[in-house]
């Protein structure tokens, strides 16, 4: 029996690690802790509700008596921790929010987990989820392996890179056994649509405009999610301590050509004249410090641990069209209240 902490489980990516770790590890006790900000929702994990190896934590990491205390009650083996504030245009608006997220609440778990191991190491993991942006941006060529300096340029990513430098130091300090990854982007169902995949189905769907940052020509690698969450699966049960991964889709986009072939699938799944939803692009101010293009090298975990991406993304691509529009009510929830105000403050008068 194992007691595993999974932060940030009711966000994006890691409502797909809580699933995939409590369908395929029933021996495990699965302790989902989350704060429920505006990016978290129970709702994208209503079909585990009710297992019986499933818990759910509302809690906050910025919380050091309350982590402490969660740390000595549940004893925990091993901890995966994705929850952080995530999204590049909220940190150019709020860096702080991202320093008290990423940087203090990442300390406060790190501090947890030393205090109760409090050096017995054996058959304890300790697992932070990180981004390609720690990396910084690259130019036309070239990809970033898990050597590339860490050169940030965002207060998020800068944030992030402040985190898995504490993590490293809790390593090479006290003899933690802690992994890193750093993914390229994800993509999937349940993404908070503050991200561009997302937003832009909503605004096709709804024929709003699409707001292309700059001249749409920055470059992202996209990666379906539960490749992710399956590339996470295997460094939490085979990663060595200390060792980082790269994560990625082999799979490179301009911005522009991405959301051209979004605008092909959906005006076909809404039975729209082909091209129809084109007119909706809208070109508007850039966003401030936009990195120019990111890419992974992923031989270090192709070679290791035999990971590579399984879901080809014309078809992956379809299937989150499909289920953005096939849940309607989810958008619905996720877009009301808050989102509203977001909406204009990010992209009115842009
Ligand atoms: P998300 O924004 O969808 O979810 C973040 C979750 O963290 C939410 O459920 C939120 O409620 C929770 N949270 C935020 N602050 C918290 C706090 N103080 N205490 C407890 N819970 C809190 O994020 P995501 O896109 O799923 O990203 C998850 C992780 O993966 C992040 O660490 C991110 O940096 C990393 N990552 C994301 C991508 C991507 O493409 N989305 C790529 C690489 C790495
Ligand atoms: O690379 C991994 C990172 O990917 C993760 O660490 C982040 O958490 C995640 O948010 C994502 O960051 P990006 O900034 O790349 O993702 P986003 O979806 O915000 O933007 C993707 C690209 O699209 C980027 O070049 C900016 C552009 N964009 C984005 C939005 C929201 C637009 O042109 N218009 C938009 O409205």
Redesign the pocket.
């Known amino acids: 029996m194992k007691n595993i902490l999974i932060t940030g489980g009711a966000g994006f990516i890691g409502s797909h690690v809580v699933r995939r770790f409590v369908n395929k590890y029933p021996h495990y006790e699965i302790y989902n802790l989350d704060k429920l900000t505006y990016a978290g929702n129970l709702e994208n994990l209503s079909d585990i509700d009710g297992k019986p190896n499933y818990h759910f934590i509302k809690g906050d990491i910025e919380d050091q008596n309350f982590i402490m205390e969660l740390f000595q009650k549940y004893q925990f083996d091993g901890v995966i921790h994705l929850a952080a504030e995530?999204?590049?245009?909220r940190s150019i608006t709020n860096p702080m929010q991202f320093i008290h997220t990423n940087v203090l609440g990442t300390a406060h778990l790190l501090n947890a987990a030393r205090a109760i191991w409090n050096g017995n190491w054996e058959g304890k993991k300790y697992y932070q989820i990180s981004?390609?942006?720690v990396y910084g941006a690259l130019g036309d060529t070239g990809s970033f392996k898990e050597t590339t300096p860490y050169n940030p340029h965002s207060p998020?990513s800068a944030a992030?890179a402040s985190a898995d430098h504490f993590v490293r130091a809790y390593h090479d300090t006290y003899g933690m056994p802690t992994v890193i990854s750093n993914?390229?982007?994800?993509y999937g169902p349940n993404q908070f649509p503050?991200?561009?995949?997302p937003?832009f189905i909503n605004n096709i769907k709804n024929n709003k405009p699409l707001?292309?940052?700059g001249q749409?020509i920055?470059v992202?690698d996209w990666l379906y999610v539960e490749d992710h969450a399956a590339a996470i699966d295997l460094i939490f049960h085979k990663a060595k301590p200390g060792e980082t991964y790269n994560i990625g889709g082999n799979n490179e986009w301009r911005?522009i050509d991405l959301i051209k072939k979004l605008i092909e699938i959906m005006d076909r799944k809404l039975g729209r004249p082909e091209g129809e939803s084109l007119k909706l692009i809208t070109y508007v101010t850039d966003?401030a410090g936009?990195d120019l293009r990111?890419a992974i090298d992923p031989t270090k975990i192709k070679n290791e641990l035999g990971w590579e991406p399984t879901v080809k993304f014309d078809e992956g691509f379809e299937k989150t069209v499909d289920w953005y529009l096939a849940n309607e009510e989810w958008f619905n929830h996720v877009t009301s209240g808050e989102y509203v105000e977001y909406y204009k403050k990010m992209y009115e008068n842009r």
């Not at 995530?86 to 245009?89: Q, T």
Request: proline letters at 4%; aromatic letters at 10%.
């Open positions: 995530s999204h590049v245009d981004t390609d942006e998020y992030k993914c390229s982007n994800n503050e991200k561009l995949i937003l707001p292309v940052y749409g920055n992202r911005n966003r936009h990111y």
